[in-house]
């Protein structure tokens, strides 16, 4: 086991508001210094040096100011300045870290302890409004590049600093004992020995808990104050488990359950489980973690809140982890107990004794161990982020799955060997993860849902390959409870575990997540950006092309404009066709000189004869033509399984000039277009083609249009006011689910929100209708017929799969089923009573075909919210008979749907719909380094930097940049028509 850096600085600290009985807990979080760095702002720059005065001895005073009185509180602050008591250092604002907890009001008391029991105690103004003497109070985590961070060479802290903003004579930023005399009340003043004033008495070392004193009722169920602050978490938000654990072993890290159920242990009561390690060749240290929950009596620290023992060893913690959500007692407490390998024997018997008062109890899940097991010549690297944090997202309380996550850091894990099996798994308590009670494991950018899902009483354990998504550096992991139903699934998180094994080359395999869920589909968005510049603005001239010579350089791209696929190579002289394009298979293999040089011989054996062409073009949506027969596809579209040879492709964009060119395809292809535009008005950005082709077909967003009887209602999404109003296009939201809710002064709607899947590259059409009958019912769809099957609701999917809870608007109502290659309209019972659950009635035998077109042509198609991968015109097949929901989506158009009844004794139909386009503009977001996450409305885009959304509607966005270590946000980023927007962020500037 590796030892921790410094064994003298605090790592996290615990924040706990506390009602006016100053008893009864309120709120309370704990979170590490990382989580701080990461998720709050950072105080102070790491540069600027900040200075404490110390108390003035006759001496100094004599040295600094021969002949003058001595004057013991130094106006002047100049005398006794010492350097090592303050430094460049960065931090955390105690105001932020007070508002995890629901704030401090006027009239409070704020306490700031240090680990050695040393405390200082001040008033809530003192935080809240500073007088900029003191400036703002800071828990420091980083005392500049000779110490560095907490778990390197600043044994100190967390430290208090104040953060002053006056200076003395000679420019130095000072925290002084006259500044103390002026900024505080007489009763706050600190005096070394009693006697001598002292501003840097008050610089709090190895900071580890604040406490709020309110004045807020103990009955009264609120962590809210009177003003101040946000609302209280109630134990919803999330926080960090702390990486205390690392190690390596020939062999494997086992994590082994405890046997038996969960138990509520009253008073002076006990419980046993079972833990059988038989077979196991155990090696070093093992650990085992005791998970609970309500505790309703009092919640000690350091542990020794239960009596645990393994056999007839008594157990001693090693570490405690608490999260108190709602109440007093323990939401969520985890244990760990260290324990020699040799102590663990076959099937021992686990005690856990509440030595609590009658009356009082505490539920313990039973626990989990994980232990070194060893075994053959694989070196197994392993890391444990362990603590207690109960998480639920909560939208219409404003707690969002950003809010709503845990999270844990795994650090310098060296160089990531080229052969080898990772994993990464997630221990989580009370998990359900269901359609409708969701949770999320994620490490970097590898997403699995719904891994945790052994149930309200039990422990749950997921784990999933982390092969391809481990950095060599920081790794963050996290568990998010994921709001697809009202609200997401509750968790206890309290383990994450990630493990490393190095294998020889033949032994290496696929894993496959342990869940109920694949792997989602991940895309890797990578382009170099120098770090000289930062570029935020609009390219204004299209055809300015020295201006997009150096746009494009300063992306990374060497040669400027000769690195644009397709109209690279008619800047560099290639010849034309007759249209005056060109279009080449790849790039030309090119000696230092800049002469065409032959492609190494292939031999018959080795050419393929088959290949994949990926087509995007400027702008996209273009109708895909191969060899004169239409395909069915709009671009960006990857084409698989082409035969090589000779080809004619030709594409084709309503108010663009078509496009046709003749190639031979002897390999996997890229070919990137700008379309001409018919309208000399329109002046289409070139920027924007390199941009898409980097990009290519994949993407994680996409948006809806959202729309109502009365135009102005304001737009929420995931119960967040976007601060736009209908209608509305709203483009760059996650792909998933998303509630969708409208506000109209005392116009009512029924229902006012509305549940929609988002899916990429795709505008998504939401419509409130007051005039329409608004009576619900709540069904549950459980059908054996169609168990794991995904469904949609009235041609409206929103990600469910049976059985799912659902909610039924209107009569005729129909589930939209995709099952066995046919599109299903299996009709929902007007009778069904609301709460009950239901089978669903059987669809029509009778099979059709629709002909889908549209106007313009070249729109995406979707049956019953399912995509069908084709574009019109085009006849969809095995289309039961019955109601069925079509929607058309074409970029840079409004999407439409129409509810359709297709009856048994009708013959093949038709289906014509027309779309309405919208102006709309290009918005690039990239930074330095790439990989940052994307928000805009304040709602996660799931895209990382760079990345291009195409279709924004006009107008001004901000956009929130977040790196691994601080974030940026960019207001006011106007987008144009046919424009494109770039927005560049450099981190560090």
């Known amino acids: 086991m590796m030892p921790a850096a410094s064994a003298a600085a605090t790592m996290e600290v615990t924040i706990t508001k506390l009602a006016s009985d100053d008893t009864t807990v309120l709120d309370e979080k704990t979170v590490s210094w990382t989580w701080m760095r990461d998720n709050l702002p950072v105080l102070g720059d790491g540069i600027t040096t900040y200075y404490n005065q110390g108390p003035i001895f006759e001496g100094a005073w004599e040295e600094v100011h021969p002949g003058e009185p001595y004057d013991l509180w130094n106006p002047t602050e100049d005398v006794n300045l010492e350097y090592k008591d303050h430094g460049e250092f960065k931090g955390t604002n105690v105001r932020d870290l007070c508002d995890l907890v629901g704030g401090a009001s006027e009239g409070d008391m704020v306490t700031i302890k240090a680990s050695d029991g040393l405390t200082k105690t001040w008033p809530a103004e003192y935080i809240y409004s500073p007088d900029p003497r003191q400036g703002p109070m800071v828990i420091a985590w980083y005392h500049g590049t000779d110490t560095g961070y907490v778990n390197e060479r600043f044994y100190e802290g967390m430290r208090l600093y104040f953060l002053v903003e006056t200076t003395n004579a000679d420019g130095m930023l000072v925290w002084g004992n006259y500044d103390m005399h002026e900024a505080w009340d007489e009763e706050y003043w600190y005096f070394y020995n009693n006697q001598y004033p002292s501003a840097v008495g008050n610089s709090v070392q190895k900071v580890n808990r604040i406490t709020i004193h309110s004045q807020i009722d103990p009955t009264s169920g609120s962590g809210g104050g009177s003003d101040g602050g946000r609302p209280a978490s109630r134990g919803f938000e999330g926080s ?14 086992t994590l082994l359950l405890t046997g038996g159920n969960a138990c509520w242990i009253e008073g002076g009561s006990s419980c046993r489980w079972s833990l059988d390690t038989t077979g196991l060749n155990l090696t070093g240290d093992a650990h085992l973690y005791l998970f609970g929950t309500n505790n309703t009596g009092t919640v000690v620290e350091g542990g020794s809140g239960i009596e645990a023992t393994l056999g007839t060893r008594t157990l001693k913690a090693a570490s405690h982890h608490l999260d108190t959500g709602d109440g007093p007692g323990g939401a969520a407490e985890t244990w760990r107990y260290d324990l020699p390998s040799e102590a663990l024997g076959a099937n021992q018997t686990l005690t856990i004794t509440n030595p609590g008062r009658p009356g009082t109890g505490v539920t313990v899940y039973g626990g989990a161990l994980a232990a070194q097991v060893a075994g053959g010549e694989n070196l197994t690297a392993w890391w444990i982020a362990e603590g207690a944090d109960t998480v639920q997202a909560v939208p219409d309380q404003g707690i969002s799955e950003d809010d709503a996550v845990t999270v844990g850091y795994f650090d310098d894990l060296g160089r990531v060997p080229e052969h080898m099996a990772a994993k990464i798994v997630a221990v989580s308590t009370g998990a359900t993860g269901n359609d409708t009670l969701a949770n999320r494991l994620s490490l970097n950018d590898g997403e699995w849902l719904n891994l945790l899902s052994a149930g309200r009483d039990a422990i749950s354990v997921g784990e999933a390959d982390a092969v391809q998504y481990l950095r060599a550096g920081e790794n963050r992991a996290a568990i998010s409870s994921v709001p697809y139903g009202e609200p997401g699934d509750l968790l206890e998180n309290r383990l994450l575990i990630l493990t490393l094994t190095h294998l020889p080359e033949e032994e290496i395999v696929e894993e496959t997540p342990t869940g109920t869920t694949p792997a989602p589909r991940t895309t890797t968005l990578a382009a170099p950006t120098p770090a000289a510049e930062t570029v935020t603005g609009t390219a204004d001239e299209a055809g300015d092309l020295s201006f997009l010579d150096a746009i494009l350089r300063l992306f990374g791209m060497e040669r400027g404009l000769a690195d644009l696929p397709i109209i690279g190579w008619l800047f560099e002289g290639a010849p034309a066709g007759p249209d005056g394009r060109t279009v080449e298979p ?7 000189s800049g002469e065409e040089q032959p492609h190494p011989p292939v031999t018959p054996d080795e050419m393929p004869t088959h290949a994949s062409i990926s087509i995007v073009t400027h702008p996209a949506g273009a109708m895909v033509t191969l060899d004169g027969a239409y395909l069915g596809v709009i671009t960006p579209v990857d084409l ?32 990137a277009v700008a379309l001409s535009p018919q309208n000399p008005n329109i002046n289409e950005n070139p920027l924007c083609l390199n941009l898409a082709a980097m990009q290519g077909a994949d993407g994680r967003s996409g948006g809806l249009f959202v729309a109502a009887s009365d135009d102005g209602a304001e737009i929420y999404i995931d119960g967040k006011k976007i601060g736009k109003t209908t209608p509305q296009v709203v483009n760059g939201l996650k792909e998933g689910l998303h509630r969708v809710k409208i506000r109209m002064g005392s116009t009512k709607y029924l229902p006012d929100t509305i549940e929609v899947w988002v899916t990429p590259g795709t505008i998504t059409p939401v419509y409130f209708d007051r005039s329409v009958n608004g009576a619900s019912r709540t069904l549950t769809i459980d059908d054996p017929a169609y168990t794991g099957e995904f469904f949609s609701v009235n041609g409206i999917y929103a990600g469910k799969s049976v059985p799912s809870k659902v909610t039924v608007t209107g009569i005729n109502a129909f589930a939209g089923i995709f099952h066995e290659g046919a599109y299903l309209s299996a009709p929902i019972s007007d009778f069904a009573a609301d709460g ?6 059987k669809p029509s035998p009778v099979l059709r075909s629709v002909m889908v077109v549209s106007d313009p042509p070249g729109a995406r198609i979707f049956v019953d919210g399912f995509d069908t991968g084709l574009a019109t015109p085009s006849c969809i097949d095995n289309i039961s008979a019955g109601y069925h929901r079509f929607m058309l989506a074409k970029p840079g158009y409004l999407s439409e749907d129409a509810l359709v009844l297709l009856p048994e004794r009708l013959d093949n139909r038709e289906i014509s719909l027309k779309l309405e386009p919208y102006p709309y503009g290009y918005l690039y977001v990239n930074s330095t380094p790439a990989g940052a996450k994307i928000y805009l409305y304040d709602l996660n885009t799931g895209e990382v930097t760079p990345h291009l959304f195409g279709g924004m509607a006009l107008g001004a966005y901000d956009v929130k940049v977040v790196g691994r270590s601080e974030s940026k946000t960019l207001e006011d980023l106007l987008v144009k028509p046919h424009d494109i927007t770039v927005c560049e962020w450099v981190s560090g500037e």
């Open 240 to 253: 960090t488990l702390v990486q205390d654990l690392h190690g390596a072993v020939n062999g494997t890290l």
């Open 586 to 592: 790849g790039p030309t293999a090119a000696d230092p």
């Open 640 to 671: 698989h399984e082409i035969p090589v040879g000779q080809h004619t492709l030709h594409l084709d964009l309503i108010h663009y000039a078509p496009y046709e060119t003749s190639f031979d395809l002897d390999g996997d292809t890229s070919v």
């Open 836 to 841: 009950s659950t239901i089978r669903l009635e």
